[in-house]
């Protein structure tokens, strides 16, 4: 199908194809941004260069057209491989609003179209299957690392072990930051108005976030590292970002929070590019 446009011609064919190359490109750096960057993972890294390379021979190919619409290719990672700093700030601040733009305005090119259907080559479903296959893999593989990290920094905490039994961190019995309420002596996390949520208190985690309610500043890496990792390694931030993660996991599924309410939290909790994290408070 084609659409003539002042005398520029379009395969709506490849606009498809381009629209679901970014979606995949999408997947892959919204999965990896809450994740272990330092992973050299080489099939992946493999499978998002023929992305990006499919990605930019169709705008190389139909660049009069995507000109004409102020279609500009964001600025995304050029591999997988190494170290990635700061990525979860990158990819909140930067790289998924101006993706998440570029594939809006793709979209609205196909439904100016109608919305016009094709079935995507053989070879593509094949590589975004591959491409499901490692990212399961990968996130298997962090899940695994973090538990084995988790161990080890349990043991080097000074909050949670006495006689093997767990204690309650010397916080303040009830802190309250916005619209976020910690009460320990119940062991309750209160969003806004809505019904408190069952918390375990002695879960770094919730320790993390804590301590950046009770300071309302930002709280450098070796601060957190300090007080809640007991670490001081290289790998500070990312074990921060660890926190941050898993604070957002185990309200979902330990403290069965409601998915609006956490989304809420995490736009709370804000990267500092360098620096650490801050709660901005609502």
């Known amino acids: 199908m084609k659409h003539n446009n002042e005398n520029k011609t379009i395969n709506f064919e490849s606009v498809t ?61 050029e591999n997988l491989i190494g170290d990635i700093e700061d990525i979860d700030v990158l990819w909140e601040n930067k790289i998924n609003p101006k993706t998440h733009e570029f594939l809006g305005k793709i979209e609205d090119i196909l439904l100016e ?43 080097k905490n000074p909050f949670i072990k006495s006689e093997d039994k767990l204690i309650r961190p010397k ?34 985690e919730i320790r993390f976030l804590a301590f950046l309610m009770s300071n309302q500043r930002i709280v450098e890496y070796e601060e957190l590292g300090k007080e809640i990792l007991c670490n001081s390694s290289n790998a500070l931030p990312r074990d921060v970002q660890f926190l941050k993660r898993n604070l957002l996991a185990y309200l979902r599924k330990g403290a069965n929070m409601p998915t609006d309410q956490v989304k809420a939290i995490s736009k ?15």
């Open 17 to 77: 194809i381009l629209k679901a190359v970014y979606e995949q490109i999408i997947k892959i750096l919204n999965a990896l941004a809450n994740r272990n960057f330092e992973q050299r993972d080489y099939e992946l890294n493999s499978l998002y260069g023929v992305l990006t390379s499919i990605g930019s021979k169709v705008l190389s190919e139909n660049k009069k057209f995507f000109d004409k619409y102020d279609i500009q290719q964001p600025t995304i990672p």
């Open 113 to 155: 179209a109608h919305n016009p259907k094709y079935e995507l080559m053989p070879e593509l479903k094949d590589l975004f299957k591959k491409i499901d296959g490692a990212l399961d893999r990968i996130v298997r593989q962090d899940d695994d690392d973090f538990a084995k990290l988790a161990a080890e920094k349990l043991d």
């Open 171 to 204: 916080v303040n019995r009830r802190l309250k930051a916005g619209s976020l309420t910690i009460d320990f002596t119940v062991g309750t996390l209160q969003y806004d108005n809505n019904p408190p949520v069952k918390i375990s208190p002695n879960k770094i």
């Open 268 to 282: 709370m909790i804000e990267a500092i590019q360098g620096d650490g994290y801050i709660l901005r408070l609502t």
